[in-house]
């Protein structure tokens, strides 16, 4: 019998062997290593929770608020060697892998728990959600290193950059802490962004990362495998070389300035109607002041004022809205506006974060507002992408009880349709909070105004990091920010209350960034960028083939193997 259908056969009388028949390596834990001479995958497979915690780590490390974004090209070394291990034999390595996981995820995520009591519960649930993709690249990795023979420097990028594309698409979508997020700080790494998106760099990254495990683990002999890694870093950086300048206007020749207010209010949540009025008070003369004071027109002339998001006390009424009270808020609107510029000869036009109601319908939108010099909303954007546990409960419209047990209410109604607001000469395409984490909504709005005539020439992304207190999680909503800029080849404005407000060009060079929850006026002179990506055109279709391939081999896989199986000769 051969040794390939005897190690598929558990016969009596047999014991655990490696590849090679005459090697005998003993189990700990119920893992068997793949290759004699393969030291970390003797350890992983010997030491799977050891080796799990220690991926979350380094990755953990590679990301705000420690920030060693060298690091990230070498953080996915343990789950790879665990990959490499030859087969478990019991189900309790693959508990402890998804363990390491969820410890991750947890620490990555903590920040949602901040705000209110309630949320604690949206924080366990979205962990658990997390948790299951470093197993499933362990699992996918496998399928396709054990089963179909793929060399690891294929199959290791090729499971994770797949995984990250499939998080950032289910549940509404979570592009947090991808791989190629962290490498937001160092602009000539970011310019491959623009051919295949955040993904194609994480792919490249992850091809390195192989390349050097192999390399060192096969005691500095596979020199075909180091020679695939290098050639992956020679790409990332003579691309960002002939490239990072490329799409910009020459400097002076096309810029817009613009003003940003930063606030700095922490969310609150109060069920008590006098202390709800307290917040709203605090929060009207806290913007009124900042501009008012902090703000000279007789000096200074901004083509457009930007506020973030829902930071403009009076709700907009939407046009269709015909009951009587509804003229009580336009009334409002328009005098807040006049105190807002009053001794104001030629107040400029403003972008404003705000709330729009529909009485006539009951909706209720997050939305960015242009408002003219003459207090008129002019033109309107609604937020499309609602954060879950934070704009909308799942179920919340099946079971209305939800509406009175979560501090959001019933929640927000989504927009349809992405728009572009012209501003003199010039369109700015609007984003509310988290909808510039996720790279094809963005890529999507761009390119569905260009259909129509409405391209963008800057993108602004207002938003309330209110909620997070100063946390790591206002660096990588501006990682996110910086690569959604360079995927685009658009120039980024973010305005945010307690920052990180930030002006980045088409390159992903922050020219400018707020203090961390802290008052700020922005001045920004917007470099302009001319020309569109690759990735607009090409979009993710090399990634969903990656993921057809993937899809295909799990459908094919040896029953068993890769999960839970032993190898065994006679004896």
């Known amino acids: 019998m051969s040794p390939r259908r005897l190690a598929r056969s558990p016969v009596p009388g047999t014991r655990c062997a490696l590849f090679e028949l005459d090697t005998i390596v003993s189990m700990d834990q119920g893992n068997i290593p793949t290759r004699p001479g ?9 030491f799977p929770l050891a080796t799990s915690l220690a991926g979350a780590v380094l990755l953990l490390c590679s990301f705000p608020p420690v920030g060693f974004a060298w690091l990230a090209w070498l953080a996915l070394i343990p789950w790879l060697a665990l990959i490499e291990v030859d087969q478990f034999r019991t189900a309790r390595p693959w508990a402890r892998i998804w363990f390491g996981g969820l410890v991750f995820w947890a620490a990555e995520v903590y920040y949602i728990s901040i705000p209110h009591w309630l949320l604690w519960f949206a924080w366990i649930a979205l962990s658990f959600y997390l948790s299951v993709y470093p197993l499933v690249f362990v699992w996918i990795g496998r399928i396709l290193v054990h089963d179909h023979r793929v060399p690891l420097v294929i ?4 499971a994770f950059t797949v995984l990250e594309w499939v998080r950032a698409h289910l549940m ?65 950086a003579c691309y960002g070389i002939f490239t990072k300048d490329t799409y910009m206007v020459s400097p002076g020749a096309a810029e817009i300035n613009l003003l940003v207010v930063q606030g700095s209010i922490d969310t609150r949540f109060s069920e008590d109607e006098e202390e709800q009025a307290e917040i709203a008070r605090e929060m009207f003369e806290h913007y009124l002041d900042l501009q008012r004071n902090g703000w000279d027109p007789e000096q200074e002339h901004p083509d457009l004022i930007i506020w973030p998001e829902g930071k403009y006390p009076i709700r907009d009424v939407l046009p269709q809205s015909d009951k009587s009270r509804d003229d009580k808020y336009r009334s409002q609107f328009l005098a807040f506006h006049r105190m807002l510029y009053e001794g104001v000869d030629q107040p400029p036009p403003m972008i404003a974060g705000g709330s729009s109601v529909d009485s006539a319908s009951g909706d209720f939108f997050n939305s960015a507002l242009l408002i003219n010099r003459d207090g008129d909303v002019i033109d309107r954007y609604f937020k499309i992408h609602r954060v879950i546990f934070g704009e909308y409960v799942p179920l919340q419209e099946w079971f209305p009880a939800l509406d009175r047990l979560t501090p959001i209410g019933k929640g927000l109604t989504p927009g349809r349709s992405a728009t572009s607001f012209l501003v003199g000469e010039y369109r700015f395409s609007p984003s509310i909070c988290f909808e510039s984490v996720v790279s094809h909504l963005i890529r999507d709005s761009v390119n569905e105004l260009a259909s129509i005539g409405r391209e963008p020439d800057v993108l602004v992304n207002i938003t309330d990091d209110g909620w997070f207190y100063g946390t790591a999680v206002l660096d990588h909503h501006l990682a996110c920010n910086v690569v959604r800029a360079v995927e685009n080849r658009k120039p980024m404005v973010v305005a945010a209350n307690t920052g990180l407000s930030a002006l980045i060009d088409a390159s992903g060079r922050i020219h400018a960034v707020g203090p961390r929850r802290d008052t700020a006026l922005l001045w920004m002179a917007v470099p302009l960028a001319r020309g569109a990506s690759p990735y607009r055109t090409i979009a993710e279709w090399p990634i969903i083939v990656m993921t057809a391939f993937c899809v295909f081999a799990i459908l094919t896989r040896r029953r068993g193997r890769g999960w839970i199986g032993i190898h065994v000769v006679s004896t």
């Open 38 to 46: 393969n030291w970390l995958s003797i350890t992983a497979g010997r």
């Open 155 to 158: 199959a290791g990028p090729l």
């Open 172 to 236: 509404s979508g979570f592009g947090f802490s991808m791989l190629a997020n962290s490498q937001y700080q160092h602009p000539l790494v970011l310019q491959i962004c623009d051919l295949a998106g955040a993904y194609g760099l994480t792919w490249l990254m992850a091809t390195a990362t192989v390349a050097a495990m192999i390399f060192v683990t096969r005691r500095f002999r596979a020199w075909r495998t180091l020679l695939t890694g290098a050639a992956a870093v020679l790409v990332v």
